[in-house]
């Protein structure tokens, strides 16, 4: 779990981010998680699989992890979730717009190409990339 310095200049860095640069530098490209944790999946890797073995693995749109103790919240965007397709998060144009934080926590808002809001929390193992 990241330490309370940690995430509070994490979240300054990422303000400075966002009101540095322009919108086109501001787009979420990627979405990782470690499916190796302890909580349940409802996918299944076979052991050559790279993300069975530890290593970190994108999240499509078809991906199907729940997040644990939350019943039902999938870890993929519920808005652009298709589990039927692999659509990767970067086809949504969502920019990032604002940041917030706790101990534990980083809360980012982004604006999709709808200019509808989606708020994504990065919380320990889950990392974003622009």
């Known amino acids: 779990m990241p330490e309370y310095r940690e995430v509070t200049i994490g979240n300054l860095i990422c303000q400075k981010f966002v009101k540095e640069q322009p919108a086109d530098n501001r787009i979420l490209t990627k979405i990782y998680t ?3 944790g302890e909580a349940p999946c409802v996918c299944t890797y076979p052991d050559t ?4 073995q530890g290593h970190i693995h994108e ?3 078809s991906y199907q992890r729940l997040i644990p103790g939350h019943e039902g919240t999938g870890l993929y965007p519920w808005m652009y979730s298709d589990p039927k397709s692999d659509v990767p ?3 949504q144009g969502l920019v990032l717009q ?3 934080g706790d101990a534990r926590n980083y809360i980012l808002k982004f604006l999709d190409k709808r200019k509808k809001e989606c708020w ?3 919380k320990e193992t889950i990392s974003y990339r622009f």
Not at 49 to 52: F, L, M, R, T, Y
Request: aromatic content about 0%.
């Open 34 to 36: 470690d499916v190796t």
């Open 49 to 52: 699989c790279p993300a069975s």
């Open 59 to 61: 999240l499509l749109s």
């Open 89 to 91: 998060i970067e086809d």
């Open 98 to 100: 604002e940041n917030s």
């Open 120 to 122: 994504i929390q990065v």
